[in-house]
């Protein structure tokens, strides 16, 4: 249940921050509101994964799931630049992603 919490957390992230680009320097009130919202419950739960899980690897989960879904949504909604080495990149980080997921020890 730790790691659902983890995953959770990273996809937030993700949320977070998009919605941080999209308020432009916090002048835009709804994506402002949405990057609140999402920020609090990214971190909340990741405070609630922290009790049961080490901190490395649950920590390198939530930031690798936050920025390969913050590259990945720039690049598919945002227009930001694909290349190949950016999508090999990101496999990278996802795979590294799992390999300290199952790294993970539970206490």
Do not use: N
């Not at 992230?13 to 835009?28: M, N, W, Y």
């Not at 419950?41 to 899980?53: P, R, V, Y």
């Not at 992603?97 to 206490?107: C, E, K, N, P, T």
């Amino acid at each position: 249940m730790a790691w659902l919490l983890v995953i959770v957390a990273g996809l937030l992230e993700t949320g977070f921050a998009v919605c941080l680009k999209l308020s432009h320097g916090f002048t835009r009130l709804w994506p402002t509101i949405a990057f609140c919202v999402f920020a609090i419950g990214s971190f909340g739960l990741l405070t609630l994964a922290l009790k049961k899980l080490d901190v490395g690897p649950a920590y390198a989960v939530w930031t690798g799931i936050g920025a390969a879904g913050t590259a990945i949504y720039g690049m598919v909604f945002l227009g930001d630049l694909v290349s190949t080495l950016k999508i090999v990149s990101i496999s990278l980080v996802i795979i590294g992603v799992i390999g300290l997921q199952l790294s993970g020890s539970a206490h």
